[in-house]
């Protein structure tokens, strides 16, 4: 018997999941060059989709230090993600903010969306909690299938798990 929760743990129809997802992959011109780390977490994110979720992608891309770095966006990666599980995938133009608000809200269960790049702020790699808390007020559960830096004291990684119902997604 596993001493943390996994999604099998969570009920999650008609509710809006937080999935904190590595999807910090090679780019060429915005292309997405390998995808490895976005077919890894595919059978978390299609188990939540089946199960009734909506489901709010979070990752970052690079090291911009805080600032917005347009190489950096996250867009192609939903663009490709979209294209992978065969459904429309929304893209927010930030990771936080009442625009980000209402375009996770009209999410639906088995709807996608892709926020932006959270290392855009700085608050991320600090473990900030009031930044966790912003992110946190976008679900209502939170799920870690980013493996790779889940050794990380980040915001959308340590804080956001004492803020939400949190649960390790199959990754983990």
Do not use: W
Not at 12 to 25: C, I, P, S
């Amino acid at each position: 018997m596993s001493v943390f929760k996994t999604i099998d743990d969570l009920a999650v129809a008609g509710k809006r999941v937080l999935v904190r997802a590595d999807l910090n992959m090679p780019m060429k011109d915005g292309r997405i060059t390998e995808a490895s780390r976005m077919e890894k977490t595919l059978p978390t994110l299609n188990d939540l989709l089946d199960r009734g979720a909506g489901v709010i992608v979070m990752s970052h891309l690079g090291r911009p230090g805080g600032k917005v770095v347009a190489e950096l966006s996250l867009a192609p990666v939903a663009r490709t993600l979209a294209e992978t599980l065969g459904r429309d995938v929304s893209f927010a133009a930030d990771c936080i903010g009442p625009e980000v608000q209402k375009a996770v809200e009209a999410v639906s269960e088995g709807g996608v969306a892709m926020l932006e790049n959270l290392r855009f702020h700085g608050e991320e790699e600090a473990n900030d909690i009031v930044f966790a808390g912003k992110l946190a007020e976008l679900g209502h559960l939170y799920v870690n299938d980013a493996f790779s830096c889940a050794h990380r004291a980040h915001a959308s990684i340590e804080a956001i798990a004492h803020l939400l119902p949190s649960a390790a997604g199959r990754l983990m």
